[in-house]
Structures are given as C-alpha cells and as structure tokens.
C-alpha cells in the first residue's frame, strides 16, 4: 500500500481513479452491509445463548450440531465484516479501490460485484493458485 499512498492514488487523472461519485456510492453501500451484518451477528449470538436444555442424548447432539453450524456462519460473517471495515478505512485514506498485493487499481466491475475486494483479479487468481 505504500507504493499507492507515496504515488497519492487519487491525485491521478479522472479516467484512472473513482470518482466522488463511485466513492460515494462504495461507501453508503458498504455502510448499508456493514449495519446488517452487525445485526444478524447480534441475533445470531443471541440465539447461540438462548438454548433450551438438553433433555436427552438427542437433544445434545441437534444442539451441538446447530451450534458447530452458527459458529461457522458467525465466522465468515465477523470475517466479512471486517473486510468491509477495512474497504471503509480505505475510502477514508484515499486508497478503497488499489489492490493490496500488486497496488495497482481494481476494475471498477469486480468492486461492483463484490465491494470489499482487496486484490485485483490476477492477484486473486495467484493467491488461489499458491492455496
């Protein structure tokens, strides 16, 4: 990221960077996502902790089962959201839209399908390779 904030991203030319607009955009979307994550994680762990007893063996095992299931949603959901905390942190130091391994600009379509991506697609492409 050094690189895109020693080069100031945004002091580029219209066609090489978002706009106001876009930014505008990105951000009230992201604002919008980041507010109904943090809602269903709230419901989410409320349930978690408003379990009937157990009565039997039965019992157990569906509430062991329900829990290794809303403990893996509650995973990816707390991990999305902090990629959207950190697309906002970005749109407030200038830098929402770089790629974070090769910092260079993401297509502005892949920003639109999933707002919170931090590699452009070769960088995905390679990270998903070396996994």
Same mark, same amino acid.
Not at 111 to 130: A, G, H, P, W
């Given at each position: 990221?050094?690189?895109? !904030?020693? +080069? %100031?991203?945004?002091?580029?030319?219209?066609?090489?960077? @978002?706009? /106001?607009?876009?930014? *505008?955009?990105? =951000?009230?979307?992201?604002?919008?996502?980041?507010?109904?994550?943090?809602?269903?994680?709230?419901?989410?762990?409320?349930?978690?902790?408003?379990?009937?007893?157990?009565?039997?063996?039965?019992?157990?095992?569906?509430?062991?089962?329900?829990? !290794?299931? +809303? %403990?893996?949603?509650?995973?990816?959901?707390?991990?999305? @959201?902090? /990629?959207?905390?950190? *697309?906002?942190? =970005?749109?407030?130091?200038?830098?929402?839209?770089?790629?974070?391994?090769?910092?260079?600009?993401?297509?502005?379509?892949?920003?639109?399908?999933?707002?919170?991506?931090?590699?452009?697609?070769?960088?995905?492409?390679?990270?998903?390779?070396?996994?």
């Amino acid at each position: 990221m050094t690189v895109a !904030l020693n +080069n %100031n991203y945004y002091n580029q030319t219209s066609d090489e960077q @978002l706009s /106001q607009e876009e930014l *505008s955009f990105f =951000k009230e979307e992201l604002e919008k996502q980041k507010e109904k994550l943090q809602t269903n994680l709230k419901k989410r762990i409320e349930e978690l902790n408003n379990h009937d007893e157990a009565k039997d063996e039965g019992d157990h095992a569906t509430i062991a089962i329900e829990n !290794l299931t +809303n %403990n893996t949603i509650l995973r990816e959901q707390q991990r999305t @959201l902090n /990629q959207i905390k950190r *697309s906002l942190n =970005k749109i407030a130091l200038g830098t929402y839209g770089i790629c974070t391994m090769c910092e260079e600009k993401i297509n502005i379509e892949r920003l639109k399908i999933q707002m919170f991506s931090e590699y452009c697609v070769s960088c995905r492409n390679e990270l998903d390779r070396r996994r």
